[in-house]
């Protein structure tokens, strides 16, 4: 049976998810309320602005049964403020901003800059074979990370070079790029082969 995977709908990129499961044709369904977190086999947390989210969840009554859900294992990826969301620190944020604290990483909030500051890079990626396109708005880096967190990816040139962009920590994966904007499957891919091996 076909793995079913939420995608968090409460803000931001979710259509652009939706399209690349849509591509490798997993079941999926949208989340807005703690009910629709029952069943699900992972979940994707997407990009778009994290302190709404954040407010959002709690607002919703979704914080709480997510945070256990994850606490209890479920997969999950999360890009751009789903990678936000994820860490158990975050710097740059509002005093009222919730995390999930599923990641022990600590990242900073619109690392590379502004919206204008946005900007695109190939990546080498750990256990990828080839560079991931990957786009950056507004987008976090990862300053720290604690022990048992893998780094997938760094941004190789630039002013930047050097910053942390992925990370993985057994069934918890976190890009601070969007790949679902590119079209290239391979990261969704790569979610969906921790999901049926966890």
């Known amino acids: 049976m076909s793995p079913v995977i ?3 709908a409460l803000q931001g990129g ?30 994707i947390l997407p990009g778009g602005e994290s302190t709404t989210i954040s407010r959002l969840l709690e607002l919703g009554g979704v914080l709480e049964p997510l945070r256990a859900a994850l606490a ?17 620190q975050v710097r740059d944020t509002r005093a009222d901003a919730h995390q999930l604290n599923a990641l022990d990483i600590t990242v900073r909030r619109n690392a590379f800059g502004r919206q204008i500051d946005s900007f695109e890079a190939d990546l080498d990626f750990v256990g990828i074979d080839a560079p ?9 880096w990862v300053e720290q990370v604690g022990e048992g967190v893998e780094v997938l990816a760094v941004v190789q040139e630039g ?22 904007v590119t079209g290239d499957t391979r990261l969704h891919e790569l979610f969906m082969e921790i999901v049926r091996a966890s």
Not at 17 to 35: A, M
Not at 73 to 84: D, H
């Open 159 to 180: 002013p930047a070079a050097g910053a942390v962009v992925a990370v993985r920590a057994g069934n918890v994966l976190a890009s601070s790029f969007h790949p679902e």
């Open 72 to 88: 209890k294992g479920l997969p999950a990826y999360g890009t751009c403020a789903g990678m936000i969301l994820l860490a158990n």
């Open 6 to 8: 939420g995608i968090l």
């Open 14 to 43: 979710v259509r652009e998810h939706e399209r690349s499961l849509d591509k490798l044709g997993v079941t999926h369904r949208q989340v807005r309320r703690p009910n629709q977190l029952l069943g699900l086999d992972g979940i």
């Open 132 to 140: 991931v396109p990957a786009v950056f708005i507004r987008a976090p």
